[in-house]
Structures are given as C-alpha cells and as structure tokens.
C-alpha cells in the first residue's frame, strides 16, 4: 500500500492525521517513485496525458514511449557528495522527452488545474455541498456515500436553482447560469517584491469595502520535491538533470493567487483597485511588531 | 508561528549555513531545521517524521517550494550535483524586515550552522538520527541498537558515537 500511495501520504495516519515515521528502504523508493514520483510517476504520465485529452487541449501531451524507453535506475549523486543512492533517472536520449513532461506538468496546471475559472467554480460547488449536504459533508457511511453521485449532486443543483428560497440557490445559481465570480486581480510577478501574499491584502482591503460574502480568494503555492533525477550520458558519467538541462533549471515554480469578487460590482471593484492597488500591496509589507 | 518570520528564519539559516560552507541542498536545510527546532526549541511549528535519510519534514518540504514559488529562494544548480537553495534578493530584503527576531535567535541559528556546516549528507543523516534515537532512548547503547536496526548501514558503534556527540553539544545548544 505505502508502494502505491508515496512516502508522503504513506506517513499520514489515516484516523488521527497526525504525521508518522515511515521507513522505505532503497529498493521500495524506487518501486514507489515508478507509480507516485513527481517528475517520473506513472501516475502522473497517466493522468497529464488524460486530462489534456479531455480538456480538449494540447499542453499536456509528451513523447511518453520515448521516456519510458529511457528510463533507468541510475546511482544519483547526493547533494554534494559522491556517495550514491539508486534513483529513478533516464538515459540522454531521453532528456527532451523529460522536458517536455515536466513542462507538460507546468502548463496543464497554469492554464487548466489552476484556471481561474476553473478554480471559482470549485468554490462556488463546495459553498452548495456545505449548504446542501446534511451536516454540510459527506456521508461515511459506505452505502450512502456510494449512492452519492455527481447524478445527485447536478439534479439537487438544478432544483436549488430554481427555488430562490432553496438552500444553496445563490451558489448553484452562480454555476449552471454562469453568473461565477469574476476575477479581479490575479497574481503579478512583480507585486511579489513587495509582498508574499498580494492576493490576501487586497482580498482583505476589498472585503472592508464590498463585504466578504461578494468576495473570493484562492492562492496556491507549488508543493513538493524539487524537479531532479540523474542522466546516464554517453561515456558512462551520471549527472543532475538540472544542470544538464537549462529548460529544466529555469522552470519556474507554480504559483497563482486570484481575488474574485460578485459580477454586479466587478467593474467598480476594477476601477478601485487601479487607484488603490500599490497603497494596498504597500500596506501589506510584512513588519516586526515590538 | 508567523509564515514571514518563518520564511525570516529559514533564510538566516540558510545563510549562515552557507558561511560555513555547507553545500545548502535541501537534505541540509532539513537536518539544520530539525537540530534548530528540536534542540535550541526555536519552534517553527514544522513536523518531522522518520524517513529516508533520517528526520524529515514534508511541511517544510512544502514551505521551501513555496519560498521558491514566492521568490524568496532560487536554485542554482552545480554540475554534476544537484541544485543548492539560495536567497534571492527579494529574500534579503525580508530578512532586512524582522531584524529583532533574526537577533533573537541569532545565536541558535549561529550553534546550529557551526555544529552542522561543514557536514555532507551521510554525516548529516547519522546525526539527525543519532538525535531522534537520543530522544526516544535515555540509554546510549539502546538508542544505537534502535539507530542499527532502522538504519542498518550505520553499525552500531558509529551509532553510539553519534548519539554522544550529539549529547555532547547539549550545553552548546542549551545556550543558544
């Protein structure tokens, strides 16, 4: 089981949630990374490459055969040191078919796991299901949970929505007539020399103005190892990925940090913000109290 | 505890590890935390579990990437090894913003970068460990039998010297 789910959820205690050692010895790493890996799961290959194919876009799709055939278990060195540990890597041959995965990875989630519009609506579902749902959650209970489909869900959605005085109108309102929030700021590279968390002070300076039930944030910063695996180069030497490729070394890390705010008022809200924006961000340096 | 002064304090030891000449990948910047929270009981509210090369903590695996995706660390890669972590100039400058706390826990951060700076990754691995074994066992020769059994490649007298070197930076620490 902890083969299938990775070291990081094989260490969750599933009743307590609380974080327990967790032992993998060389060879299970590597049967693990195989199924969970960041950069080289089958997992991961399996669902990029499925869900660009149902999203009806491109950015995910990769030379997954040539990968595959490239890959190897490989000694990596370790940060600094010549002392080796087995990991998952490739051959050279296969060094543009692992760019392109990792880049594969970076696209789908900019513009389709973290599209903004994908991302409300994500809100605005989970702001019904509360509203909805006994006890605002899930069953556990296995039959009833297993009775719960999205059959379920739509058909309650679609009622509500026509019942101004139904639990959960407003939001299932917002998602079958598209009437979503809209966004009104997204993240700017630049406001993060000012601020780690533009996205939270200027949610926080528009929920003082508009209210905070017309008003949505939703940030998210990339989790996880960092993107490395070793290459076996034509005369035998093994190097770092990263410094093998410059593609790989300048990938940038996944970030997004939206504010959505209530259609009728997003235009105001624009027109605030365009005066109001650098005096909010500055506001939000973070400072030492006394 | 706050996620600026955390990010603060992850950036001033990732810079006094690199004075003393620590290679600063992220095995390093882990074992340096763990000493950091666990022995001079600066709490950065960051959990640590037994895993592959001793105590690890995937928050702070976590907090990292997010200080990369927030600017405030960089990668720079060193062929033929991996990538070392470095501030960037947008993390010097939230360093310049919490100069009380830095000097609060200057000395700490200081301790921790002397003792485990100038270590690699094997040395870094025993000792960590060494350190867990030293808390769950009061008795030197159990915590190396315990240390031996979890990690077979550390015998068991390097395991008991490890255990007593790190006892023997008690005081060291308890001063910081």
Redesign the interface.
Known sequence: MKLAVGPMHASRNPESGDREDVVFSDWESILSEIITSDVFGADRMDYLLRDSLHAGVAYGKFDHHRLIDTLRILPARHEGTDASEPKLGIEKGGLQAAESLLWARYLMYTQVYFHPVRRIYDQHLADFLRKWLKKGVFSTQAEEHLNMTDNEVLSAMFEAMRDETAEGHDAATAILRRQHFRLVYELNPADLEITKDPGKAIYDRLCEKYQSENIKHDAYRGKGEVADFPILLGDGEIISGRSASTAISQMPTVAVDYVFIEPGIREEAKLFLREERESILKSAVPKEED | M????R?ALLLSLIDKLEEKES?C????IQKATYFLQSMTGVDLGL?F????HGPFS?DL??EL??M?????LE?E????????LRPTA?GR??LE?????LERHRRALETVAEHLGPR???ELERLATALLASQKHADAEAGARWLNQ?KPHIDPRSAKEAIEEVRGWTEDFATA
């Open positions: 706050d996620s600026n002064k990010a290679w990948g992220e095995t390093h959990d579990i037994l895993y592959k995937f695996r976590d990437s997010a990369r995706a927030t600017r405030l990668l890669p060193v062929p033929p090894y991996g990538p070392q947008i400058r939230l913003r919490f100069p009380k706390t690699n990754v094997a979890i």
